[in-house]
């Protein structure tokens, strides 16, 4: 079974700052890219940023230059260094791992960390 764990939301004042972390816990575990999304009220779940394993990177246009994404493959961890926030980044956002454990491969998600960003 495998199992994402995030932390690091919350509440920020515009222009803020603030870090989400995930972590995949599991047996037998080969995992290829991983990710965040979010879904923002009233909208669909959009793609924010995603790193493969062998580090090549994608980003949303409207979080390039604000947004980092970074993960350790030995750890199985990612994490998303979120500046300049703005009001529209408010969302609950998803961390993602594609991985297989051990052959089959799927999508699997985190419960999800809610970030407000407002004054």
């Known amino acids: 079974q495998v199992q994402l764990v995030e932390s690091g939301g919350g509440p920020v004042l515009p222009g803020g700052s603030l870090r989400l972390s995930c972590a995949v816990f599991g047996s037998a575990l080969n995992i290829n890219t991983m990710g965040w999304y979010r879904r923002a009220p009233g909208k669909e779940r959009e793609l924010v940023a995603s790193?493969?394993?062998?580090?090549?990177?994608t980003y949303a246009d409207s979080v390039k230059a604000r947004f980092t994404i970074s993960r350790d493959n030995a750890l199985n961890t990612a994490a998303l260094q979120m500046s300049s926030l703005k009001p529209e980044d408010t969302a609950v956002y998803y961390c993602?791992?594609?991985?297989?454990?051990?052959?089959?491969?799927?999508?699997?998600w985190g419960q999800g960390t809610q970030v407000t960003v407002s004054t």
């Open positions: 993602n791992a594609f991985a297989a454990a051990p052959t089959v491969w799927r999508n699997y």
């Open positions: 790193m493969s394993s062998s580090g090549s990177t």
